[in-house]
Each structure stands twice: as C-alpha cells, then as structure tokens.
C-alpha cells in the first residue's frame, strides 16, 4: 500500500510519525508534499526511505490513500491541483472537520473519507473518529480501520457530529492539559511543593484515572464517588468545583461550534462562492 501526504503540518507529520512508529507502514511506503518543500525533506531524513516531493500532484500519483492535511482555506487550491489526476479507485482523506465529504465528492472523481485524529494517536492510543462517503466499500473501509488501528480505537461517528466529538477526542487533550496545568500551577503557588515534582505526581494521575475510565470500568460519576467520602476533604473540593465550573464548558463548546458554523461558511464561499449549509 502507498500513500501520500499532502501538507505536514502539527497532525500530518504526527500521524505520519504514529504510523511509522506503530510498524502500520514503512516509510518507503510514504510519499509526502508541503507548501515549504524543505519541511518535506526534513521529514525524509528524520525517516530515510519517505519520498519528499515539490508538487502536490506527486504525492497522488501511484498512491492508494491519500491525506489532505491541510487548512479549510487551502482545500479550492490543491482540489483544482489533483482533481485531474485522480482515478476513482484512489482514496483520499481529509482530516479537517469543516469541509464536508459532500462537498469533496462533487469536486473530485475518487473516493472519499475523512477521519480526525488525536494528539492521543502520537502513543498508538485515543479514538480516530471516522466518517466514510458513499463510494467507500466494505472493503475500503475494512482497510482504513485496519490502518487506524495500529494507532488509535477507530470509531464510526455521524459527520453531524463531527464538531462535538472533536471537542471532546481532540480539543479534549488540550483542555484536560489545561485544567492540569492549572492544578499545578496553584500547587506549586500555594504550597511551594517544586514544579516538577508536582508535574510527575499530576501526570501520573491522570494517567492513572484514565485507565480507571477505560480498562477499570470506572464511569466519571463511579470513580468521583469511590474517592469522595461523604463530609470528607475530596467532597468539599467537589462541591466547590461544582459551584465554580458550572456552565464553564457549555461556554466552551458554544464557543468551538460557532467559530466551527464560521469555519463551514468560509470554506462553502472559498469553494463554491455561496453559503452552503451543512451538519
């Protein structure tokens, strides 16, 4: 199997590192472009064997699956680039969440899926969430869950969904890093307890409380309620988190979907030159 990469940016070199490191492919398997072509060959020589190459229109030709890692803006641009050099048994990925597969199956003659990884895909684990347009069959979509999952949990959701979902698999890291950060930083603030010992015991607790969610069968509601004795220190924190925190992430995902309704509006006019609505 070949594949190609077009843009290897933050989640394009990431998942071309994951499937490297995960044994998923070899990097002679992997032909990879980008607008700054000396990223590319920086690339080839951190894995000897990837192909760098200067146009977008080599890393389609030969290619069984093809991933679009680029910005929602960049998409008219390199459509207009392969359209005509693409065949119908090629697949080709999109990892951005607000171009829609509607939108790339009227501009381009192959088949179409888009998936959005994880930062959690970096450490072969987390979801790849996983939506497969019509021309897709079992096949291809077998083969696709093969790849994904040599490096993440594939999962099958509804494109409607493709904004809360994200939120969650992969803005979630970022927020779950931030509330820890926070912890941290009043740890080492109100208790003078130094930053780095702090780091490792915060660090190895999330690690462990999300083994607890998954592998230990704990619910989030379960494992507060194991540590919290009723009338005990863990409680009067909780209750006071509650007070604090409340409505805070209905604000946030108002937030991530609004500039996500933007986002559709700007790519559907940089595309077709019209509002084009969608999930």
Do not use: W
Not at 136 to 160: G, T, V
């Amino acid at each position: 199997m070949n594949v190609g990469f077009i843009g290897i940016g933050s989640m394009g070199s990431l998942l071309i590192d994951s499937f490297i490191g995960s044994g998923a492919l070899e990097p002679s398997q992997i032909t990879a472009s980008n607008r700054t072509f000396a990223k590319a060959e920086k690339l080839a020589v951190r894995h000897l064997g990837l192909r760098a190459v200067p146009l977008n229109r080599d890393a389609v030709i030969g290619q069984d699956l093809i991933f679009l890692c680029i910005k929602p803006l960049e998409y008219k641009r390199v459509i207009e680039e392969i359209r005509g050099i693409l065949s119908e048994d090629q697949i080709v990925i999109s990892i951005t969440s607000p171009v829609l597969i509607e939108q790339l199956e009227n501009s381009l003659p192959c088949k179409i899926a888009k998936v959005i990884p994880s930062i959690t895909n970096y450490v072969c684990c987390g979801a790849t969430l996983c939506m497969y347009g019509d021309r897709l069959n079992e096949a291809d979509k077998a083969r696709l869950n093969n790849l994904f999952s040599m490096i993440s949990a594939p999962l099958a959701i509804d494109e409607k969904h493709t904004r809360i979902v994200s939120d969650i698999s992969s803005c979630g890291p970022a927020f779950m890093a931030f509330v820890l950060q926070s912890f941290i930083n009043a740890a080492v603030e109100e208790t003078g307890i130094p930053r780095e010992e702090a780091e490792i015991v915060a660090s190895a607790m999330l690690y462990g409380t999300g083994q607890l969610l998954t592998e230990g069968g704990m619910s989030p509601e379960t494992l507060q309620a194991r540590v919290a004795v009723p009338g005990g220190i863990t409680a009067q924190a909780l209750a006071l988190l509650s007070r604090e925190l409340d409505g805070v992430f209905n604000a946030v995902i108002r937030t991530t979907h609004a500039k996500y309704e933007e986002d559709l509006e700007r790519v559907a006019l940089s595309l077709y030159g019209k509002e084009v609505n969608g999930p």
